[in-house]
């Protein structure tokens, strides 16, 4: 047997007289090993038992392999047992301290919420003081706070403007100075509208509904561009006692069942003059009123503003607005 080795695969040739050094010894390994395997072979092709070497060689292979599948199950093991140890004691830990700091930010928010509250009612009452001895410069101040406070998304708690709306409102009655007391008073109330978004209900079951819908009789009255107006109903169909209702007054339709709800969305102008409306919520609408008879039952204006020649009828549709989130009232 010849053993080729190709040079190229050295650093550099190899001198002659170093050959024997460097091939030689390799060839009679190889040769012993290639005799080796081949009476192995010749043997087991014969049928005779294989030699006691090869009988414990396989243990070698098996023994790596069943330590290894042991680390493996002890560092699972111990994983698990890492997991369950963070659990009953340092995770346990981890949630009382999450449990503290979410009350603790609770804490905040309601001390943020009570610092806004003092400091609207300081703003509202220094107005309100001011309109004593100034109701001009008293009536434009409450009207600056309301607007600032409406345009900065300012929320606090919406019985703050009862008092002052009502201060305004009968200052508007009469005088030279009841337009800038009028004017604060529909300042204040769409402060007070922009604070109803909280309180208004919320329902996820809204549909879409047209104009000329056969299901329900609608009779809206609007201004401006209507493409952008959406009128939706929510809550589900309700016996007609309880349903939704946006009609002229006199001319609601009887129905066995109808809509929970109606939502009026905008921009849009809405009059409301002459109309019946029952759990409707208006929403970023302007709303319009002349002073005509209205029914309301349970209406919310979220995020509006108002337009409403000053009268008595008017004065009273503010107050009731201002004093609660959903309104319910009948002028004649």
Known sequence: MSLDVEQSDCPCPLPLECEEVYYLPVESETRKKFSQLSARVEKLEAGAPTPSGFKDQPKWIVIPVIGGVVTLLISVLGTLLTVAWFFASGGTSIKSD???????????????????????????????????????????YLSDVANVAKRDKVSVNPQLLVEPTEQVLRIASSGPTASAAWQAALDLVSYRSFLNEIDAPLDKDYRMLNETD??????WDLDGDRTKVRLFVSGGAVPGGRAAIYDRIGQEVSISRG???????????????????????????????????IILENVYFVNCTFDAAPSDKSRLLVSEIVKSAGVSLKIG
Request: aromatic residues 4%.
């Open 214 to 219: 056969p299901n329900w009789r609608i009779s």
């Open 259 to 293: 809509p929970a709800r109606f939502t009026l969305t905008g921009p849009g102008i809405a009059h409301i003059d002459g109309l019946h409306l029952k759990n409707v919520i208006f929403k970023n609408i302007h709303i319009r009123y002349s002073g005509g008879p």
């Open 98 to 140: 999450i449990a503290a700091i979410k009350s603790q930010v609770s804490s905040l928010a309601d001390d943020v919420r009570l610092l806004k509250d003092h400091a609207m009612k300081s703003q509202l009452k220094l107005g309100t003081d001011v309109l004593g001895a100034d109701p001009l410069a008293g009536s434009r």
